[in-house]
């Protein structure tokens, strides 16, 4: 029998699409642009959200299986190609659509759905084991690849494709955990923080101790700690109560359903124009994002139903998650 829908995730993905969102602003921040971080965070924790609701699905054929995650994702590509291209003067070929339309992130959660169909087929009941193989492999792949000092783990490199991973296997672990996960602010939150500190600590020596290089690979470990009690805190009842608020839970639900959109649009949106409304232009900015994330939703669902031969349902086109 599939869980009932875990409002936890709706909140995650809200957070996640600010905290991505707010790492993508150097140029609205100017001076400040130190703050425009938490990127890999973000990250991280779309990249759970994305392995705990897969685990709770059904699973059946394959290609049917994968067919469904086409068809979750590609209408939203599609139409950002089209869009792009009317509005931003961005004019893609087919095939570069096909595998970058989406940034790197939508090319690599396509090949970790292979990998997890995988996982779930042969070792449902041994996640955790999936889990250690993983982390495995990125070791090796680290080794191997014997990054340079200065080397972002984190950046643009191939190399987030393996250890990014690990997040959603540890969603996976915990969507299908017969836990109920509670959130204690005196002690849950103060893991939190300090996994938040430690992350960001690491990366700092990193980056400027040469013999402490290594440190970035080991970041990895306070980030799945990040990940694991940020959805821990997303089921707390302060939050629980924002989600059930009429306003706020509209906002969270609103924002937190395009998450993907809202990826895909922002980078022709930043402008320096509004930097003299500091800090102002920042929430403005993300406004105009949202409205436009929302339109381009908008158009790939007039997009994927135009390819059904039931009739136009508008509202469904409309409605606002």
């Not at 792009?84 to 096909?98: P, S």
């Not at 706020?248 to 402008?271: H, W």
């Not at 929302?294 to 349902?313: K, N």
């Amino acid at each position: 029998m599939q869980k009932q829908r875990d409002i936890s995730i709706d909140i995650l993905k809200f957070v996640a699409a600010v905290v991505i969102t707010n790492s993508h602003m150097e140029l609205l921040y100017g001076d400040y642009s130190a703050l425009a971080t938490g990127g890999a965070i973000g990250d991280v924790l779309f990249f759970f959200a994305s392995g705990f609701t897969l685990f709770l699905g059904r699973m059946g054929r394959f290609d049917n299986w994968y067919k469904r995650r086409i068809n979750r994702i590609y209408p939203t590509v599609f139409a950002w190609a089209a869009l792009a291209a009317a509005c931003f003067g961005l004019h893609n070929d087919m095939i570069y659509t096909l595998i970058h339309g989406g940034g790197w992130f939508v090319t690599c959660i396509m090949i970790y759905y292979v990998v997890l169909y995988v996982v779930r087929w042969l070792m449902m009941g041994h996640l955790k084991l999936a889990f250690l193989l993983a982390a495995g492999v990125v070791i090796v792949w680290y080794v191997v690849m014997a990054p340079p000092f200065g080397f972002n783990i984190y950046g643009a490199t191939y190399f987030k494709w393996g250890h990014y991973f690990l997040f959603m296997l540890l969603g996976a672990m915990m969507g299908v955990s017969k836990r109920t996960w509670h959130f204690s602010f005196a002690k849950d939150g103060m893991k939190l923080l300090g996994c938040i500190v430690t992350y960001y600590g690491m990366l700092i020596v990193a980056r400027r101790v040469e013999l402490l290089q290594h440190l970035e690979l080991a970041s990895l470990v306070p980030l799945l700690g990040v990940a694991y009690y940020m959805y821990k805190l997303c089921n707390s009842v302060p939050m629980k109560r924002l989600y059930y608020n009429r306003y706020t839970g509209a906002v969270i639900r609103f924002v937190g359903g395009l998450c993907l959109e809202i990826y895909l649009v922002q980078s022709v949106l930043f402008t320096t124009r509004m930097n003299h409304l500091f800090p102002l232009n920042l929430l403005i900015m993300f406004l105009i994002i949202v409205a436009v994330a929302y339109v381009l939703r908008c158009l790939a669902r007039v997009f994927q139903q135009t390819f059904r031969t039931e009739d136009y349902q508008w509202r469904e086109v409309f409605k606002p998650w």
